[in-house]
């Protein structure tokens, strides 16, 4: 505020009082206008008090007692438009959303993620997350590449994130075990933990990192050998006493309700049989962050086992009224190795028990020629193979990795402006490759903008002189949605209905992998591809080629009440009546071509499966098909009134009649009660061919 007023201007004074957006009221003040102008826009001063005298006029003309801030902005911002300075409107522009969609989202929620409750703490979420889209798409990212998003060219994921946090990531539970715990990154605002010293402590630790780090990114949070890297903590522990354990860290993460509006952590841990021989001879980090170079985890191969058994028998129980743990998601490997190990078959049947009664488990297939020794899955599908400075981090006791950021690319849309023509179709393949990555690389100057801000602390603590996140070291991924549309589209028919449909797809998916890896070469980052969860993304972008393009859209679903999808990624559309095995063949595939990460779903029709046969038909899939990782979905009935859970989508609770029931199942790469699913995805669900053992 200026010292002095002019005379002209304390004449002016006293005509309004103005409600700021600083909760106060103030008399009208035309040189405010003034000075925010040039201090928000850096038009000249000149043409500021132009407009402010303008607006001042304006405002006289409607003769109020009270006008708010943001009204006199929406004034100055006519008077911007008006003179053609769209540059400057778009600086000094407000970002909010309108009362009625405020009172939409306080009373009825969104469907939008099938994770988000209605409940206090989402609403938040969901307010800021409308200001945090608007504010990447109109100041974070280029207008050109806003606009292929909202076009429907392009799907950014995760876009109220965009401008604060990476996308997922995979921790080493070694570092914390060794080096204690700071939730909040730098060890000021909370308590400092040391390393723990017993199981239990070890436990709460695992869990509150996930948590800790939820706060830092935008997706799923994953452990890697998680039985492995605790197995030194149980040591001399009975089985019932792992058991609790287990069971302590399933709750913890299947209740604590804590990070982005109001979610469990989504998070998952990698379960192996035993101590798989590339980490046996890594000295271990015991109790007290200890390491000896004379002990390492091949000692504890049995306690690893007892303690991978353990968490599956609590994943088999459910929680107390019988309900599944949807959090953290088990993903089990299978190894070569691990056929050879005496009470294999045992456990797998163990296993197939609990997908036999819940479908929780994932099975990472690392039989599976393609794949390196290890792999790292983690969040709805993201399987990375690591490379050798990634091994190197490995052997020194902190193996991190995770993707920046996914831009998932509209292939129907291409094939609809293609019309036919092949060498059209991978041009404009290219194209929109070229504006997920210029989308990335915005991404990740900005988040190395944010470490050093100061505003990403859990990614910036130090591990051995560099920080704990390391922009360079993750992978940009491209995902794709509807190829399947695609092909009907360009070649007339479906991924499963002809070889050479199927050729084409692989063509157009091997293209986009050879340009993702042409990038890596030049650049020396990790592009990917990746089968997109694209649990938003396959309804809007249907919904979008629908209205574009009409009659010449291909869409799976209800075009008239607007419940349209299109079929995820590679995968062949749910509804085709296609064998299993032939599915699975047809799909495993293109599992090799997508290095970022795939997922394959075989949807149960059965509601109580034999597990034998399961694991069967699991042994089969790992050695007869390319699939590199995959889950049997199993539809559940929950009934509110009496607590059954039956299996299949039921009407009524076939225990008591009620109608009051919720359905559970997997929406894509996680399991979420239907209730919470968008039109698309709750139309995909009926849709979906389930495959029967016999
Ligand atoms: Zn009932």
Request: charged residues 25%.
């Amino acid at each position: 505020m200026p010292e002095t007023f002019d005379t002209e201007y304390d004449h002016n004074k006293e005509f309004l009082t103005v409600r700021t957006s600083r909760n106060m009221l103030e008399s009208f003040d035309r040189r405010k206008i003034v000075q925010s102008l040039i201090k928000e826009t850096g038009i000249s001063k000149e043409i500021a008090e132009e407009i402010a005298l303008e607006v001042e006029e304006t405002i006289k003309k409607l003769k109020l007692k009270f006008i708010s801030a943001p009204l006199i902005r929406e004034i100055v911002n006519v008077k911007l438009l008006e003179r053609r300075l769209e540059d400057a409107r778009r600086d000094y522009t407000r970002l909010g959303l309108p009362v009625y969609d405020a009172t939409q989202i306080i009373e009825k929620g969104v469907r939008e993620n099938a994770n988000l409750q209605h409940n206090p703490e989402t609403i938040h979420k969901l307010v800021a997350d409308w200001v945090m889209k608007e504010y990447a798409l109109l100041k974070a990212l280029p207008l050109h590449l806003a606009d292929a998003h909202m076009r429907g060219e392009i799907h950014i994921h995760d876009l109220e994130y965009f401008v604060t946090r990476p996308y997922c990531f995979q921790h080493d539970l070694r570092w914390f075990l060794k080096n204690g715990l700071k939730v909040d990154g730098t060890g000021e605002n909370t308590a400092v933990a040391g390393p723990a010293k017993n199981a239990e402590v070890a436990i709460l630790h695992a869990a509150k990192a996930l948590a800790a780090a939820q706060t830092n990114f935008a997706g799923g949070q994953g452990l890697d050998f998680f039985n492995v890297w605790l197995a030194p903590y149980m040591a001399g522990k009975t089985y019932k006493e792992i058991k609790q354990l287990a069971q302590m860290f399933i709750y913890e993460l299947s209740q604590m309700y804590v990070a982005r509006g109001g979610q469990v952590v989504f998070s998952d841990i990698d379960i192996e049989y035993g101590v798989p021989k590339i980490c046996q001879d890594l000295p271990a980090v015991l109790p007290g962050g200890v390491v000896k170079d004379s002990i390492t985890y091949g000692d504890f191969e049995e306690e690893a086992i007892m303690f991978a058994r353990a968490l599956t028998e609590v994943y088999l129980e459910g929680d107390y009224v019988g309900k599944p743990f949807f959090f953290p998601k088990p993903n089990y490997k299978l190894r070569r190795e691990c056929f050879k190990k005496e009470g294999f078959d045992e456990f797998m049947i163990l296993v197939h028990k609990v997908v036999a009664k819940y479908g929780s488990p994932y099975f990472l297939n690392l039989l599976a020629g393609y794949l390196p020794d290890n792999v790292f899955a983690q969040c709805c599908r993201l399987v990375l193979s690591p490379d050798n400075t990634d091994w190197e981090d490995f052997k020194n006791g902190c193996m991190r990795t995770g993707s920046l950021q996914v831009v998932t690319i509209n292939l129907p849309r291409i094939a609809y402006e293609s019309n036919g023509n092949d060498e059209k179709l991978f041009e404009l393949l290219e194209e929109r490759m070229k504006l997920a990555r210029e989308v990335i690389e915005i991404k990740r100057d900005i988040i190395l903008k944010r470490m050093k801000q100061g505003s990403l602390p859990f990614l910036t603590q130090d591990v051995n002189g560099e920080p704990y996140y390391r922009v360079d070291k993750v992978v940009r991924s491209i995902g794709f949605v509807g190829l399947n549309e695609m092909l009907k589209a360009h070649t007339g028919e479906e991924l499963h209905e002809s070889k050479d449909a199927w050729r084409f797809g692989l063509e157009v998916i091997k293209r986009m992998m050879d340009i993702a890896m042409e990038w890596s070469e030049e650049t020396g980052q990790r592009w990917v591809i990746t089968q997109t969860p694209a649990e938003s993304a396959s309804h809007r972008l249907a919904l979008l080629d629908l209205k574009e393009f009409n009659g010449k859209a291909v869409v799976q679903g209800d075009v008239k009440t607007g419940a349209v999808y299109y079929t995820n990624s590679s995968h062949v559309r749910v509804s085709a009546d296609v064998p299993l095995f032939e599915r699975l063949r047809i799909e495993g595939a293109f599992h090799p071509l997508c290095n970022g990460g795939m997922m394959a779903h075989v949807w149960i029709g059965e509601s109580s499966p034999n597990p034998e046969l399961l694991w069967e038909l699991t042994k089969k899939i790992a050695t007869k098909t390319l699939i590199g990782y995959w889950a049997y979905t199993k539809d559940m009935t929950f009934c509110r009134d009496c607590k059954n859970l039956s299996g299949g989508i039921k009407k009524s609770c076939p225990n008591c009649g009620s109608s009051n029931v919720e359905w559970y199942s997997r929406v894509t790469g996680y399991y979420q009660r239907v209730s919470g699913w968008n039109d698309g995805k709750r139309k995909e669900l009926f849709d979906r061919k389930r495959v029967n053992l016999g």
